[in-house]
């Protein structure tokens, strides 16, 4: 896949996200149509439900337009401001709550004539208007490209809470889903808000906690088994476990043992597959790591082979060179010769090499000048005389001056300066020079 590429599991994310948002507007609308048709059916599914309120049909609407538009991407300061009159419509109703107050926002729409015990008619569940906060903030926030944690946490909250209310209906546990004298969270309105704040988690799929889950690495793979496993079956096999224990089927203790022994098994399982898969992932870095290994063992033998002949045959054309050539390092020692500068200075390459240039074939008075050139190069990096041809006197092992041409080049070379240079004998050339009238 290239860079540039999206990412098909971010992508089914954000996919999701749309569904949820879809789902929220039509699960809010068809409630509203309940209340305005008086279909018990839409606002109450079961008789002995509560029903979703209009003002929370409402909000579910508000809440999915807002994370279709924010998904969508193209009017987030819309979805911002549909979030932000969400969050609104749920401070408002917690503040009757917390006050007492009755502000007539729950009966403005539609009039509850069907209300749940002593609490006020047509009011949503504190629980539900806290979720509708969260979400509301989740939204503008996700809109507004804040931290993906003021995006995520309002979200994970409302998963929390829809998560219990839906155990809660499914265990018939009424701690779970109501407050006590206070309207509890209908049972259509838990999945919807869960939903929703499954939904608000995708949409921003490749930050926070998301991005481990959607990742096609192995910790991704892992980490959804493991929430499948860890959320889905231990709802499944609790709720198996009580209707049977509820039915007489067997006692509490043979339940709570059934329910121990489904749970180990089950994570026992998924243990496994993540070893196997992990495994299997080791088994594929190890194959990829030795051809790799073989390949570069291959590419360095054969460069290796090439740099060695080329290196024979450069060291058989300067051995051949009807030129001198004299290889020098950093402080000036001579570290290689061929056989022309052995036969023009009258040193054998023994005698040569390892030893300083100035003390072998520079003549004494011009060695001075010759440390200096090399001093100024180590502190500078420059010097006049590289990458041209100069004329100089050098020294015979006899004693006896000769005039040469050089031409050095400096190359960094083993994590130092190494100086090449080729020399040629201008004897013949001055002796000609010289005899001519």
Not at 155 to 164: K, Q
Not at 200 to 220: K, N, Q, T, Y
Request: charged content about 20%; aromatic content about 8%; some cysteine.
């Amino acid at each position: 896949m290239s860079p540039d590429s999206p990412d098909p599991r971010q992508q089914a994310a954000l996919r999701f996200a749309k569904v949820a948002g879809t789902m929220a507007v039509a699960g809010g609308s068809m409630v509203l149509v309940g209340w305005l048709f008086d279909v018990r059916a839409l606002t109450r599914p079961f008789a002995v439900a509560a029903n979703m309120k209009a003002n929370t049909a409402v909000g579910m609407t508000l809440a999915g337009i807002s994370l279709r538009v924010l998904v969508g991407g193209a009017r987030t300061r819309v979805a911002a401001l549909v979030g932000l009159g969400l969050a609104l419509l749920g401070l408002v109703t917690l503040s009757q709550d917390v006050t007492g107050w009755d502000l007539g926002i729950d009966q403005l729409l539609f009039t509850d004539t069907d209300p749940v015990s002593a609490f006020p008619p047509g009011r949503m569940a504190p629980a539900t208007a806290f979720c509708f906060v969260a979400l509301g903030l989740a939204l503008a926030a996700a809109a507004n490209r804040a931290r993906v944690s003021l995006t995520q946490a309002p979200a994970i909250a409302v998963l929390l809470v829809s998560g219990a209310a839906i155990v809660g209906h499914a265990y018939d546990v009424n701690a779970l889903y109501g407050i006590g004298p206070y309207g509890p969270i209908a049972l259509h309105t838990a999945p919807l808000l869960l939903l929703l704040a499954l939904g608000v988690l995708c949409s921003r799929p490749d930050r926070g906690v998301m991005s481990p889950i959607v990742s096609a690495e192995m910790e991704g793979a892992m980490t959804r088994r493991f929430l499948v496993t860890g959320a889905a079956f231990p709802l499944l096999l609790g709720w198996v476990v009580l209707a049977g224990d509820r039915a007489g089927m067997y006692r509490t203790e043979f339940s709570i043992a059934l329910m121990v022994l489904g749970t180990v098994i089950v994570s026992a399982i998924v243990i496994w597959a993540n070893a196997g898969s992990l495994e299997r992932l080791r088994k594929e870095a190890d194959s990829a790591l030795r051809k790799a290994n073989e390949t570069l063992e291959y590419q360095v033998a054969r460069q290796t082979k090439e740099l060695a002949s080329r290196e024979k045959a450069f060291r058989l054309i300067v051995e051949e060179a009807h030129e001198g050539f004299m290889a020098v390092d950093s402080r000036g020692r001579i570290i290689e010769v061929n056989r022309r500068t052995e036969d023009m200075f009258g040193w054998p390459r023994a005698d040569l090499i390892g030893h300083l240039v100035g003390d072998r074939l520079v003549p004494a008075r011009y060695r001075e000048a010759y440390q200096e050139g090399l001093r100024r190069f180590a502190e500078s990096g420059e010097d006049l005389v590289f990458d041209r041809e100069i004329e100089v006197e050098a020294l015979h092992r006899d004693g006896h001056e000769l005039p040469v041409a050089l031409a050095i080049s400096a190359v960094w070379f083993d994590n130092q300066w190494r100086f090449n240079a080729f020399i040629r004998d201008l004897s013949e050339v001055r002796t000609a020079a010289r005899n001519t009238p």
